[in-house]
């Protein structure tokens, strides 16, 4: 019976309405009105999450996505969409300078102008359409790049401002104030954290903190800034004492060929303007020959006098004004500080070079096994490129061998090699293993080019000479969101370089 009770008590419970049961009508209205749930409107929902569209917060939000295991096929759909939305924002934005320069050139008196955000002049019905849909075309695009990453929030629009496209320098101006604020508050603390560091620094550090942040990602500063003058000062102390112990030695016998070698490479270094100042170049030699005795089991090779350029022109940029460090006359700086500069760089190269040492040894065999990865990581990714060079006969070393010994240093402008080891100093062994996806990306980043030549000659010339003169901060991003995408896909694959 208690079984019994305990069934129709069940049932009891369970009365609720099943699909198809019958609904019995109510025989009384009910006595109050049914309240609607308000609506919310766009406007609404929009101001209850502004927040989340906060200006500012797109790098630490990408940085926290490529931190996690996402979907490869995500990755790499994500990784497609910036680079096909940077070109056709390239194509748009070299449309409307040249329709921006016509404007110009014609006769102001005809004129009628009509403000617009982005100062363009309307001078009549047809071309204030032409006008119109060339600000669509941007917003549209905009909107696509918005999407795929989150990188390029737009402010809102001040009240009373023209419904035109907001003009893109003061929201890069502003985007980048935003970033260094965030260096400056991370650094300002007791102890810096060198996780979120790295994180920040990826996507490129600004000028004025790149000195301090360089010290710190190459592992030649301590986190505690209590620390920081005491290690400094004894660093720089234990430099000159090498400097004291062994530069005299640079004539002996066992030294000579190293210091002669040494003297011979340095005209060769980029840029010229910086190279042919004499007292760069003594800096440069004493750094080189204490780094050669102290390290006998490579000794000095050829490549490695570029290694020691960005550190210096970075740690310069500590101390002067200029944009320019190329055109500026390091002699002209106190002696302490030239003697700060040359101490700091010596160390911050030893630290890169710690990472890579095997590049220099003897036959170089850690560029021999680069060059070869790269090879098989090219015929996986652009089996046609990796093919064509095949068929005429262009070995990899040929060509990927500078770009390993000297770290892409020989094929972009020095202001991109820097923008470049911001990423190479953040990204775990960025300097050994990361930038060999940089390499693969560079290579297929050409290859409309290469596949067009058919000659052994005119294929080598063009790849040790690739036209980067013009390249910026841009197309590096662009070059690393690329590597990195080659990362994710191929990094963890253990066959990944096997067909």
């Excluded at 101001?47 to 295991?69: K, R, V, Y």
Aim: hydrophobic share 35%; net charge negative; glycine share 4%.
């Amino acid at each position: 019976m208690a079984s019994d009770g305990g069934r129709k008590q069940f049932w009891k419970r369970s009365g609720a309405k099943v699909p198809g049961s019958l609904i019995k009508p109510s025989s009384k209205p009910p006595t109050t009105p049914v309240k609607l749930k308000k609506v919310s409107t766009f406007q609404e929902f929009e101001s209850n999450t502004s927040d989340a569209w906060d200006l500012g917060d797109d790098d630490d939000e990408l940085l926290a996505i490529a931190a996690e295991n996402l979907n490869t096929e995500v990755v790499m759909e994500t990784a497609h969409k910036v680079i096909q939305n940077h070109s056709k924002l390239q194509e748009q934005h070299k449309f409307q300078e040249e329709h921006l320069q016509e404007e110009k050139q014609e006769e102001f008196a005809q004129l009628t102008p009509v403000a617009c955000g982005d100062n363009r002049l309307v001078k009549s019905v047809s071309e204030g359409h032409t006008s119109s849909s060339l600000d669509n075309a941007s917003e549209n695009s905009s909107m696509q790049r918005s999407q795929s990453l989150p990188q390029t929030c737009i402010p809102p629009l001040a009240s009373g401002m023209a419904d035109c496209s907001t003009s893109v320098t003061p929201a890069l101006t502003e985007r980048e104030a935003s970033r260094l604020d965030k260096f400056k508050q991370l650094l300002a603390g007791p102890n810096t954290d060198l996780d979120e560091l790295r994180k920040l620094s990826w996507s490129g550090i600004p000028k004025r903190v790149r000195p301090i942040a360089w010290k710190l990602l190459s592992g030649y500063l301590p986190a505690n800034v209590d620390r920081r003058e005491s290690t400094l000062q004894r660093k720089r102390k234990e430099y000159f004492a090498f400097v004291e112990q062994y530069y005299d030695s640079r004539n002996d016998e066992n030294h000579q060929d190293t210091y002669r070698q040494i003297h011979i490479d340095i005209p060769r270094m980029s840029p010229e303007v910086l190279r042919l100042q004499p007292k760069v170049t003594e800096i440069f030699e004493r750094i080189l020959f204490i780094w050669a005795i102290r390290h006998p089991a490579s000794g000095y090779v050829q490549g490695i006098n570029d290694l020691v350029t960005p550190f210096f022109v970075v740690f310069v940029c500590e101390y002067i004004e200029e944009e320019e460090v190329e055109n500026f006359d390091v002699s002209s700086l106190p002696e302490e500080v030239l003697q700060n500069i040359e101490a700091d760089s010596y160390w911050c190269m030893s630290k890169l070079l710690d990472g890579i040492q095997d590049n220099y040894t003897f036959a170089q065999p850690g560029i021999q096994r680069k060059v070869k990865m790269l090879e098989e990581l090219v015929s996986r990714i652009d089996e046609q490129v990796h093919r064509h060079l095949d068929q005429h006969e262009v070995k990899y070393l040929q060509f990927a061998f500078r770009w390993m010994n000297n770290l892409l240093m020989r094929e972009v402008p020095l202001r991109c090699t820097i923008r470049l080891w911001d990423t190479y100093q953040s990204e775990p062994e960025g300097f050994s293993h990361f930038h060999l996806y940089v390499c693969a990306a560079f290579l297929v980043r050409w290859r409309k080019e290469i596949l067009e030549e058919k000659d052994f000659q005119e294929l080598l010339i063009f790849l040790q000479n690739l036209p980067t003169v013009h390249w910026g901060n841009e197309d590096i991003s662009v070059l690393l969101a690329e590597a990195y995408r080659l990362k994710f896909a191929f990094a963890d694959a253990p066959n990944h370089y096997k067909k």
